[in-house]
């Protein structure tokens, strides 16, 4: 089976960092595209950034533009999300997911469906 599953998520104060995994396995994801998204309570699910597997080829949302970097691991087919100068407005649970067209990534929070797969998210908690 093919799964996605996020880590590294927990509670921080405004103005600091952290960092979330997603690990994959079960195929090869060499063709995809894979990114992260977020979704706040009472909010629409939205996308905070992508790579291209092959040559990490990275893409962000405004919000998180020089705050955030997104990168991957080949050798332990793993994604990162390093979140630094964090603030409240960041808190959301996270989610991973892969897909093997962009553009599925850039609108899939508005209709999370259409992408491939998904992982189970984790909670990033950031306190005022």
């Known amino acids: 089976q093919v799964q996605l599953v996020e880590s590294g998520g927990g509670l921080v104060q405004a103005g600091s960092s952290l960092s979330v995994s997603c690990a994959a396995s079960g195929r090869s994801f060499s063709n995809y595209y894979m990114g992260w998204f977020r979704q706040a309570p009472g909010k629409e699910r939205e996308f905070v950034a992508a790579i291209r597997w092959s040559d990490g080829n990275t893409y962000y949302a405004d919000s998180v533009k020089g705050r955030f970097t997104i990168s991957r691991d080949n050798a332990l087919n793993t994604m990162y999300l390093q979140m630094n100068s964090l603030k409240p407005e960041d808190t959301a649970v996270y989610y991973c997911?892969?897909?093997?067209?962009?553009?599925?990534?850039?609108?899939?929070?508005?209709?999370?469906?259409?992408?491939?797969?998904w992982g189970q998210g984790t909670q990033v908690t950031v306190s005022t």
């Open positions: 997911a892969a897909d093997i067209l962009l553009w599925k990534l850039r609108y899939g929070g508005r209709t999370p469906s259409v992408l491939e797969y």
